[in-house]
C-alpha cells in the first residue's frame, strides 16, 4: 500500500486537507487500499488534526505529545 501523503506531504508549505482526503478515497475506489486501511488513515488523519488544534502535535517527530 502505498501512503497518501507521497502524493500530499503533510510537511509541505501548502498543505490541502481536501487534496489529502481525496487521495485516501481515491486509493480506496482504485482498490489499492482496503476499506480497514482507507479508515485506519482517516482515523489517524483526524486524530493529528485534533492534536494539532490542542497544540500538542509535534511536527518535526510527526508524534502526539
Request: charged share 30%; no cysteine.
Amino acid at each position: 500500500m502505498k501512503n497518501p501523503e507521497e502524493l500530499v506531504p503533510m510537511d509541505g508549505p501548502i498543505f490541502n486537507m481536501t487534496d489529502y482526503l481525496a487521495a485516501i478515497l481515491d486509493r480506496y475506489k482504485a482498490d489499492a487500499i482496503t476499506r480497514n486501511q482507507a479508515v485506519t488513515l482517516l482515523l489517524d488523519f483526524m486524530a493529528d488534526m485534533a492534536a494539532a488544534e490542542e497544540g500538542r502535535f509535534g511536527g518535526d517527530e510527526d508524534e502526539i505529545h
